[in-house]
């Protein structure tokens, strides 16, 4: 069983940053692919982006560029750097996980999610 536990979420101006992290419970965090999805009022979950055990990444097209992702195994958390945010950035974010060393887009694929935390982006 993995445990999420989202922080770091909040109110920016656009074209501001923020960076979430993800704690994570659980020995097995280095084995797991992790990564972030969103979701705005009224729309469908979103893929943000994932990060495998070895370190390979992937974006969303919308993101790519302005969001880095990293992960620490030694302190089983996990990070998303968001800097040129913008207000379509507005939604719910959720820290994801995955047993397999196949990054997924689809949020059926991931069993474990955190809560979520709020961010917001101002005109």
């Not at 999420?4 to 419970?25: K, N």
């Not at 880095?68 to 750097?81: E, F, H, I, W």
Request: net charge positive; proline share 3%; aromatic share 10%.
């Amino acid at each position: 069983q993995v445990q999420l536990v989202e922080s770091g979420g909040g109110l920016v101006q656009a074209g501001g940053s923020l960076r979430l992290s993800c704690a994570a419970s659980g020995r097995t965090f280095s084995s797991y692919v992790m990564g972030w999805f969103r979701q705005a009022p009224g729309k469908e979950r979103e893929f943000v982006a994932a990060i495998s055990a070895a370190g390979s990444e992937h974006y969303a097209d919308s993101v790519k560029g302005r969001f880095t992702m990293s992960r620490d195994n030694a302190k089983n958390t996990l990070y998303l750097q968001m800097n040129s945010l913008k207000p379509e950035d507005t939604a719910v974010y959720f820290c994801v996980a995955r047993r397999s060393v196949v990054i997924a887009t689809d949020p059926k694929n991931y069993p474990y999610w955190g809560q979520g935390t709020q961010v917001t982006v101002s005109s």
